[in-house]
């Protein structure tokens, strides 16, 4: 496994995390008995995996991480999960909510503190409301150890040209920050992480293959939508070679492996969060992380005929 630095937090985490949310949420969207996941996760510290990422948001997913976590010494992880701010679209009211939320998910995931939390999934317009209110509860859930840093993570469907991180990025106050960025969403590496290079925040990629590079078929779909869209012109795209990259060089094995190849290329990422149900997916996905990335030629065309767009899923 490579190892990046999260940002200000010093803290060294895996290339590769483990998203616990998204399509799959660790198997449980697919009905996997929960021992497969505890299979899953535990293969995901074996292969390396050191950062896990979740939220009371996924189902059970904090609960199966407790499971599958129990008895693994806690310095060999990072644990991160989140706040939901909102009740339906309107921002939580009582500041006590985070604390409450903070200390549910400790005794359900069976730890003593949290290296990570952050605030899930906050939009443009409420952005300064939910900081206002809940980070002085933030605050003092650090100063009693139960967390060791505060991040925020943006809503990938609504907000895909990251107009809340620009905001907040710029504010200098967050340790880390959660984005979606990869060949379908490529406007981060204009603004977004720059700005979270000049202020140490870590990032953690999320979403880089979703709902729309899980295969060749689902790739060509999407194309084929964005074409209709006319967001795509003069489409390369075939079933053997969905991304077109065989036009400067030799087609990559699975746009899977091209995704997250891409996600992870700048430095300014720390984690490329893989979301899984499925164990060989897992191994496959880390080895694609790890094996020689897209060449200059193959990023350059990818930048070329992607980077205009910000795909929502
Ligand atoms: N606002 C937020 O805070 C927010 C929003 C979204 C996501 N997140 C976090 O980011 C994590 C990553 O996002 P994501 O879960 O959407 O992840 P993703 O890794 O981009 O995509 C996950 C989807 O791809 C499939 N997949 C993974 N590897 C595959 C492979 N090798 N071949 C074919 N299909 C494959 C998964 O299904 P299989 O089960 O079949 O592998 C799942 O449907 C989430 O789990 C969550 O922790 C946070």
Redesign the pocket.
Known sequence: MDYRTLGRTGLRVSLAGL???????I?QS?GLPEAESHRLIREALDLGINLL???PA?GGSEALLGGALAGVPRDRYVLAT?FPPYQGKTVKQDPQDLMRSLENSLRVMGVDYIDVL?Y??VRPESYREVVDRFQPVAEEARRQGKIGYIGI????ANDPEHRMLEVALAEGIWDTC?I?HGILNQRAAQRVLPLAEEHGVGV?V??????SL??AEEALATFHEMEAQGLLQDLAATPEDPLGLGQVGQPVP?V?RA?YQFAAQSQAVSTV??????IE?LR??VADILSPGLSQEQMAYLQRTYGHLAWPT
Not at 206 to 211: E, K
């Open positions: 998203g616990t949310g998204g399509p799959a949420r198997g697919a990422d979740t939220s996924y989140k952050q899930h999934g993570t943006e809503t990938a959660m979606k953690f999320m979403a880089s293959v979703r709902r899980r295969s699975s899977t995704a969060l893989v979301g899984t149900g499925n997916h496959q996905n």
